[in-house]
């Protein structure tokens, strides 16, 4: 299984408002399109609804329950055919919410950048997991200038 999730996340797991991004950390940016480029990238509906554009030199995979076909992505509407496609090839989950808390389970890595930051309105959260479960690494430590904030990659192996 070579499904792995990428996300960044607040102090209390805050992931988005109003189907949009919280924070948009221009360093962070350039590290989640370095982690997934030329991976393939499985995400909800609503977060394809959210991007300006297709992501560039990654294929991409969107979860609905309404397939139809759409230019230039794959449609999906099960969970356990991806689960099944990805068993020995290397994938990045992208969101959102829904996405992260079904995926979870099979995540053999979690790329987390966690944010010194809170944010009250959120209106989505990433899921609780169980630490234990996981070899936990912090990659860096960085500050953004633009936004005033501290923030950290972390990686989650799964034990
Ligand atoms: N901070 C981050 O790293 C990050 C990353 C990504 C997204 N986000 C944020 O997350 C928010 C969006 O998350 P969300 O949870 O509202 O939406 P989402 O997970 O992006 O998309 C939800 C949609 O996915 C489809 N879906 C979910 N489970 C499915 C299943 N088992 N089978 C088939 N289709 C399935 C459904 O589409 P249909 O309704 O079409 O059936 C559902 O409405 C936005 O605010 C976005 O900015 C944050």
């Known amino acids: 299984m070579a499904i792995n999730i990428i996300a960044a996340i607040g102090k209390n797991n805050e992931l988005g408002k109003n189907n949009d991004l919280i924070w948009r950390i221009s360093e962070d940016l350039k590290f989640f399109a370095k982690k997934t480029m030329g991976h393939d990238i499985i995400m909800g509906r609503k977060t394809f609804e959210s991007l300006p554009n297709l992501l560039k030199g990654r294929r991409h995979i969107i979860l609905t329950r309404n397939p ?71 990659l860096d430590e960085k500050y953004d200038n633009k936004l005033d904030l501290n923030y950290k990659h972390v990686l989650y192996k799964r034990r």
């Open 68 to 138: 139809t076909i759409m230019p230039e992505v794959i449609v999906c509407d099960s969970i356990e055919e991806i689960v099944d496609r990805y068993k020995r090839k290397e994938a990045y989950v992208i969101g959102g919410a829904s996405i992260y808390a079904q995926f979870l389970e099979y995540a053999k890595k979690m790329y987390l950048t966690e944010i010194d930051a809170e944010c009250k309105d959120a209106d989505v959260f990433f899921p609780q997991f169980n630490e234990e479960e996981f070899i936990k690494t912090i």
